[in-house]
């Protein structure tokens, strides 16, 4: 690690290295050099400092894709403080926790969003409300148009905090995961090393990045390894596809693949430029691994990731890559399997996967406790998935502990749905569990009953349209079930396994 762990400062060094390769091209042809980047990053570094920002303090961003956005990240981290980036379907009732949580010195979102929760924000410490539009006219970038840059990347220690991202709880209650300088670019390098990742080569950017995968996985590793971002504000499989002609990489969920698999025009000719299609954040059907090789001659290589841990697994990049597989630890990366107690678990046996490394997260924000409990003595990371290990090293994952579910990619924690359910009228209990979804891989589900007064559940359309009230679009039921009783085990603990089975093809 160089002597300034700042994430930041090892940008600003690597687009230096590469400054004659453009950092994007967006969609009309456009290019911004490596040059305009560094210095879009020190007036907002500038600016943030003007605003009161000092090392340590929170920036909770909700903004739609932009590079403006992107620049924002760097220059939070440069100066110190600590990049809380939010998914934009989030509604205002669910930012209100973040910013009770997270106590931020700014807030950075829409004029419409920022009227809804101003005052929250205030009330929890924001001093400063900025707006941050894609086409500059927002606040925030008018200011930095005549701000005084901030200079030096300001230095950091690897374990100082870099970024604060949400994570679904089992609990109902979401956890900050305290995600430091030094877990962002060792895990940015392993990639760059695993995926052989050249400068001057291109790489499709098509998704959020207020996530893991469009924000690190993405982000990180291509500007830090010198290649160019081809942007796209959101997934269109037919611009994506057509951009296979001036491209080397994608990087994408389930969802782009089912999506391409869906455009006429994909086929070997299409692709005959590309190196590399990566597909993550959701488990890939073998179904649609067998049928884009079948049209592409290309085998997707699916890796494996969370929001603690950033990326954990790869399958290999020269070698056979299997369907249903996650591959092998990246470089500097420890993974196990084990039993109940921790301790490793033969080769071949089913049990908990549990990760060492630089790229494992700090810990959950204000929450010591929950912390520990998800921490082996020995240091293991406990990631609640279950998997089995290969005797060559391949994991394969078999289950998720918890019953989280991931719908196009992000997690969604079924309590907190059912919660928001039980508390309806007419509603008795309800579980709430993924199913098979072509599009989403998984999609929401809810199954209710009667409550026990005699009452019986709004229409499903009436449950659904109240509770999008309250969620984002991606966390809501696509379809509520009414039963007269929910299936149990012998234990009285609501079987979802058997709800999951006997409603399997209900999405299909």
């Not at 890796?303 to 603690?308: A, F, V």
């Amino acid at each position: 690690m160089p002597e300034n762990a700042n994430l930041t400062a090892q940008m600003e060094q690597a687009l230096r290295d590469h400054a004659a390769i453009p950092a994007f091209v967006l969609a009309d042809g456009r290019t911004h050099s490596r040059q305009w980047l560094l210095g879009e990053i020190d007036r907002l570094a500038g600016v943030l400092t003007s605003a009161g920002v000092v090392a340590g303090d929170r920036v909770t961003v909700q903004v739609e894709k932009s590079l403006a956005a992107v620049s924002l990240y760097l220059a939070t981290l440069k100066i110190g403080a600590v990049f809380n980036p939010l998914n934009t379907g989030y509604t205002a009732a669910e930012i209100g926790f973040f910013l009770s949580d997270a106590e931020p010195a700014v807030v950075v979102a829409s004029a419409e969003r920022i009227a809804l929760i101003g005052d929250v924000a205030r009330k929890h410490g924001a001093h400063s409300l900025f707006t941050l539009e894609a086409d500059g006219s927002g606040t925030l970038t008018e200011a930095a148009r005549t701000a005084q840059p901030f200079g030096a990347s300001l230095p950091r220690q690897a374990d100082d905090l870099a970024t604060l991202l949400y994570t679904s709880g089992t609990t109902g209650r979401s956890k900050g995961a305290m995600i430091t300088h030094g877990n962002l670019t060792s895990n940015a390098f392993a990639l760059i090393a695993a995926w052989e990742l050249t400068a001057g080569e291109t790489l499709i950017h098509a998704l959020p990045i207020y996530h893991v995968h469009g924000l690190f996985v993405a982000l990180n590793s291509a500007l830090l390894g010198g290649l160019k971002l081809l942007w796209h504000e959101k997934f269109d499989a037919r611009a994506v596809l057509a951009d296979f002609s001036r491209a080397q990489v994608l990087t994408g969920v389930p969802t782009f693949y089912t999506r391409l698999l869906a455009e006429p025009a994909l086929d070997p000719t299409a692709c005959a430029g590309m190196r590399l299609f990566m597909s993550g954040s959701a488990p890939l059907l073998p179904e649609t691994h067998a049928a884009f090789r079948k049209r592409t001659g290309h085998a997707i290589l699916e890796r494996y990731g969370m929001t603690e841990t950033g990326m954990i697994a790869s399958n290999p990049l020269h070698g056979k890559r299997i369907a249903g597989t996650v591959g092998c630890a990246l470089p500097g990366v420890t993974v196990r399997v084990a039993g109940i107690d921790g301790h490793e678990l033969p080769r071949g046996q089913t049990g908990m996967v549990e990760v060492s490394g630089p790229n494992v997260f700090k810990g959950y924000w204000r929450l010591p406790d929950k912390t520990r409990d998800e921490f082996r003595p020995d240091g293991y990371f406990i990631t609640g998935d279950q998997g089995v290990m290969e005797d060559d090293g391949r994991l394969s994952l078999v289950g998720r502990a918890k019953d989280l579910i991931i719908s196009g990619g992000l997690n969604i924690y079924p309590l907190e749905i059912e919660q928001a359910l039980n508390a309806l009228p007419g509603i008795g209990e309800s579980a709430v569990i993924g199913l098979p979804h072509l599009d989403f891989g998984e999609a929401v589900v809810a199954v209710v009953t009667p409550s026990t007064d005699g009452g019986k559940p709004a229409h499903e359309a009436e449950l659904i349209a109240e509770l999008s009230k309250r969620f984002a679009k991606f966390k809501c039921p696509k379809r509520v079930v009414v039963l007269a009783e929910l299936p149990r085990n012998a234990m009285g603990k609501v079987s979802k396994a058997e709800l999951r089975e006997r409603f399997k093809a209900l999405l299909a």
